[in-house]
């Protein structure tokens, strides 16, 4: 009886000082935060406490991103370390059904991270590895874009070690033209900033043709497209190539028209079209870029319509997950037009925009409404008007806080976070920040704001530590 009474104590020993070791680390992490007390320091916090493997790994090496950017590179050593020790241990289960190649194209993220905090030799190993990793699905696994983009991460990889010849060579091997252009716009431009303009040429030239090459099959294939073309123009308006921008940009305007303006393909054409617009207007052609935004603006008003009766038949939330309604459509035009410096055009389609999703009747879906509002109070922010944007993001929280799916609620605060930050308001963004529970987008909440702060120079008040300290510690 003393003996077994002797084990039980012994057990309930050590599960005592399994929780308070337990509890220690929880301390001490926050302890560590506090010590900082910064966005990025809280941001670093959460991220360690994503419990979904795969969404751990992301964030964590977005975070390492953020202080290598600011050049704490032993604390983006650390981190990078970390991730990829969490890397290494995501069971092949977790990913090898939906998406094979994550492992590799985390590694390859790894290290670009490990280059730019100066660790070649690493971040070299760690490439090497990626591609093993590729050689080996490649006969076992069907997914060729998969493969290719992954294949394009890891040239870009080795584009940030400086060995440009290597990611060259990796991106002849892609299979898909839109993958390949896409690595091979990334080493283009990367000679660009060292000023070997006549081995940009050359790339840029090769980016060209592989784009055009491009069979775009689908409206989301033809944006792809548009979108490399449009990359490679002003890379060589940069370099001093106006013509041969215009003569690209040309090319990417009539793929852009020809787009189907069916229900489903309409949004993408808007996108494309302002896409072009934009890139027209960076390399100083305003007039061309005022000629495509009324068709773009045509386009969008016809698909406010049809989102609205698509939202009402399905009910599906893609389009809160990526954007696809047509106030928003709306929301992008304008937006280019204030960035052009129309803006006084671009809140006159904010207001048709805003009118629209006020007749929309979606009492059922606040999340839907919330995030068009959030969307276009930006917009209006950007031309200028903060207080009305202020005043519209007030009622998207308004409506994101009777959203009773925690997860859908969670995104839709991130996404009103983000817009408080972007308006300069940091300590009510961080006071929104307090409302989200779950770990992912409280990491991306504070990456956006921490990002929003070095962006603007501004300097942490002590009201701003304060909600940090709250953050941390739970309080609301």
Request: hydrophobic letters at 40%; glycine letters at 6%.
């Amino acid at each position: 009886m003393k003996k077994l009474l002797s084990h039980i104590i012994i057990v309930w020993l050590g599960i005592g000082i399994l929780i308070c070791y337990s509890n220690l680390e929880v301390c001490q992490a926050k302890t560590g935060a506090l010590a900082e007390t910064n966005p990025l320091a809280c941001a670093l916090f959460f991220a360690k406490r994503i419990d979904y493997p795969m969404d751990k790994v992301d964030q964590l090496l977005e975070v390492a991103t953020r202080y290598v950017e600011v050049g704490q590179k032993k604390k983006t050593l650390g981190i990078l370390s970390m991730t990829l020790q969490e890397t290494e241990e995501v069971s092949p289960s977790a990913y090898l059904s939906s998406s094979p190649f994550w492992k590799a194209s985390q590694l390859a993220a790894i290290a670009g991270g490990y280059a730019k905090a100066g660790q070649k030799e690493k971040a070299l190993k760690i490439l090497s590895e990626a591609l093993r990793l590729v050689k080996e699905l490649e006969y076992a696994c069907d997914e060729p874009y998969l493969k290719s983009r992954t294949l394009a991460e890891i040239a870009g990889g080795y584009v940030k070690t400086g060995e440009y010849e290597r990611a060259f060579q990796i991106a002849k091997t892609i299979e898909k033209p839109d993958n390949e252009a896409k690595a091979l716009i990334e080493i283009a431009t990367r000679y660009n900033e060292i000023g070997q303009k006549e081995k940009t040429l050359e790339i840029l030239s090769e980016a060209f043709w592989v784009a055009k090459s491009i069979e775009a099959t689908s409206s989301m294939e033809a944006q792809s497209e548009v979108t490399k073309l449009v990359e490679i123009a002003t890379t060589y308006d940069r370099i001093g190539k106006e013509g041969k921008a215009l003569e690209i940009l040309s090319t990417a305007l009539q793929i852009a028209k020809m787009q189907e303006s069916t229900t489903e393909d309409r949004s993408y054409k808007v996108r494309t079209l302002t896409e072009v617009a934009s890139g027209y207007a960076e390399i100083g052609q305003k007039e061309k870029a005022l000629e495509i935004l009324p068709e773009a603006l045509q386009v969008a008003k016809t698909v406010v319509v049809e989102g609205e009766e698509m939202w009402l038949l399905t009910g599906s939330l893609s389009w809160l997950l990526i954007g696809e309604s047509g106030p928003t459509a709306l929301a992008t035009v304008a937006s280019k037009y204030a960035e052009v410096g129309e803006e006084e055009k671009a809140l006159e389609i904010l207001s048709e925009a805003l009118q629209a999703v006020k007749e929309i009747e979606h009492s059922d879906k606040p999340s839907f409404r919330a995030k068009v509002l959030a969307e276009i109070a930006g917009g209006y922010v950007q031309a200028g008007q903060k207080r009305k944007g202020l005043e519209i993001l007030a009622s998207a929280l308004l409506l994101a806080k009777s959203i009773e799916d925690p997860s859908i609620k969670d995104m839709v605060l991130y996404f009103i976070t983000e817009r408080y930050a972007k308006a300069g308001q940091y300590h009510r963004s961080l006071q929104i920040v307090k409302n989200i529970d779950g770990p992912y987008y409280k990491t991306r909440a504070l990456l956006e704001i921490a990002d929003e702060y070095s962006n603007s120079a501004q300097r942490l008040d002590n009201r701003a530590k304060k909600i940090l300290h709250e953050i941390i510690t739970g309080t609301k």
